[in-house]
């Protein structure tokens, strides 16, 4: 139900964007979140956007560097990634969790929060 793309090998500094399509639900109803785990870590928080796509959050280190969106028309969340360094290598994760409309603008941080998980897709960053 979660599809996750645009992995891949790149250079520091370079730029990837990654996407993670939501099927067979009302996107609309979604928090959508980030979620990376390098080797030998655990998994940790990257970024999420409400359900109404009004309110962001990102993980510290990637401040000023990432940004999540949605698209509601397509059903997919983007994580547009630039500035990348080594310590962002990691499989990256999408996840869905869904909210009541009382909870629309809701930010959720927490990997226990969420219903569903894509697969993950590797992001390794060459110094």
């Known amino acids: 139900q979660l599809q996750a793309c645009g992995g891949g090998l790149v250079q520091a500094g370079g730029s990837l964007r990654l996407s993670c399509a939501l099927s067979g639900r009302t996107f609309s109803r979604y928090s959508m979140g980030w979620f990376r785990q390098a080797p030998g870590k655990e998994r940790e928080f990257v970024s999420s956007?409400?359900?109404?796509?009004?309110?962001?959050d990102y993980e510290d280190s990637v401040k000023g560097r990432f940004t999540i969106s949605r698209d509601s028309a397509k059903n997919t969340v983007y994580l547009q990634m630039s500035s990348l360094k080594p310590e962002d290598t990691a499989v990256y994760y999408c996840?869905?969790?869904?909210?009541?409309?009382?909870?629309?603008?809701?930010?959720?941080?927490?990997?226990?929060?969420?219903?569903?998980w894509g697969q993950g897709t590797l992001v390794t960053v060459s110094s």
């Open positions: 996840a869905a969790k869904f909210d009541p409309l009382s909870s629309a603008y809701i930010l959720r941080t927490r990997w226990d929060e969420y219903n569903y």
């Open positions: 956007i409400s359900s109404s796509g009004s309110n962001t």
